[in-house]
């Protein structure tokens, strides 16, 4: 058996719904208000060993930016299986002031890089918070 990612190691899972993602949309609200963010970039959450991974990007009106968006990098890694299921680790952390459209462009180089088929999905806030 080799050491790369076989069949089942990569599961179709929906980018934004979840445990993990609820757990990080959670943590993403205690550092920015739900109202000020004005896309979420969504990546394909990776299920292996027991584990899933999640990454989300995080664009925000960012009122002393001169018309530049902040830009958070929020990731979890949950415990899917096992007697530790549902345990979280969950991290947000500021990137970047940048424009919108520099934002788009580097999380299409971002797919590109990783050689993941499918880029980064944009929501809006409504993905993750109501109202």
């Known amino acids: 058996m080799g050491a790369g990612a076989g069949p089942g190691d990569r599961p179709s899972l929906e980018p934004g719904r979840g445990p993990g993602w609820a757990k990080l949309a959670e943590a993403v609200a205690l550092r920015v208000p739900p ?67 520099v934002i788009a462009r580097v999380m299409q180089a971002a797919a590109d890089r990783t050689g993941d088929p499918d880029p980064p999905v944009a929501v809006g806030p409504a993905a993750w918070y109501e109202g």
């Open 35 to 101: 109202a000020a963010i004005e896309t979420i970039y969504l990546f394909r959450p990776w299920k292996r060993e027991g584990r899933e991974w999640g990454t989300a990007v995080v664009a925000c009106r960012a009122p002393d930016g001169g018309g530049r968006l902040r830009v958070y990098t929020a990731r979890y890694m949950l415990v899917v299986r096992g007697k530790e299921r549902g345990q979280a680790r969950i991290e947000v952390e500021e990137t970047a002031l940048s424009p919108a459209e």
